[in-house]
């Protein structure tokens, strides 16, 4: 058990479909992070929030819509996603993004967009 | 650009040894951390190097020349549940996770 979960495990949508993404850690982090993993590419960062803040955001479609309420919480809204959006979405938190803490991530959500 | 290049894919047995290779070409450098990630898990952190030389951690070992860009992971008395992906990832001046595309171990037995 990492400390950090993420729901739903799986999910299949279609592209005019609507769906989030949850994740939540129980760890006292300060820091979230959203990556995208696909087969035999490295993963690739999307948005990390640091106490709350939106830091980084490397040029991610529009939609996909992140929302980080408080510190234990990150979301992942989706909208009219594309085939080439199937993956696994993984979330990860840390002490703070500032430094280079050990990052522990979720067990991620595999994401079939039809 | 920034660039992790590491092995695709490596098989060894049961028993044996065996060292995965993470070169790396970032701007700027604040350490280097191996992960694993087993087939449909969560990836997990094993080590984390920021000076030069040899970190042991029990069967594993991390060593890093930040003169060469390199780095490797090494695996000791192979078990079959070290079947796994691993995942080299270099901190860049941004304080950002640049990561490879992962090494694929195959243990034979």
């Known amino acids: 058990e990492t400390g950090v979960t993420q729901t739903p495990r799986h999910l299949v949508m279609g592209m005019t479909n609507k769906k989030s993404l949850k994740c939540e850690q129980h760890?006292?982090?300060?820091?979230m992070y959203w990556y995208k993993q696909s087969a035999k590419k490295p993963l690739e960062l999307m948005f990390v929030?640091?106490?709350?803040?939106?830091?980084e955001n490397n040029s991610v479609p529009s939609r996909f819509s992140p929302e980080c309420p408080n510190s234990s919480h990150l979301f992942l809204h989706l909208h009219t996603l594309q085939p080439e959006d199937s993956a696994l979405y993984l979330c990860?938190?840390?002490?703070?993004?500032?430094?280079?803490?050990?990052?522990?991530f979720g067990p991620g959500t595999r994401l079939t967009v039809t | 650009g920034q660039n992790i290049d590491q092995p695709t894919e490596m098989t060894a047995t049961e028993g044996a040894i065996v060292q995965i290779n993470c070169t790396y070409q970032?701007?700027?450098?604040?350490?280097l951390f191996w992960y694993q990630q087993h087939a449909g898990e969560a990836p997990t952190f094993l080590s984390y190097?920021?000076l030069d030389g040899l970190e042991e951690k029990g069967r594993f070992s991390s060593f890093l020349s930040r003169s060469k860009g390199y780095s490797y992971l090494l695996l000791k008395e192979l078990q079959m549940k070290d079947s796994a992906s691993y995942l080299c990832?270099?901190?860049?001046?941004?304080?950002?996770?640049?990561w490879g595309a992962g090494t694929k171990l195959i243990i034979k037995p």
């Open positions: 990860a938190s840390s002490q703070e993004s500032s430094t280079p803490y050990e990052q522990y």
């Open positions: 760890l006292g982090h300060n820091a």
């Open positions: 929030y640091n106490f709350k803040e939106q830091t």
């Open positions: 970032t701007s700027g450098f604040n350490g």
């Open positions: 190097n920021v």
């Open positions: 990832a270099v901190v860049d001046s941004n304080y950002q996770l640049i």
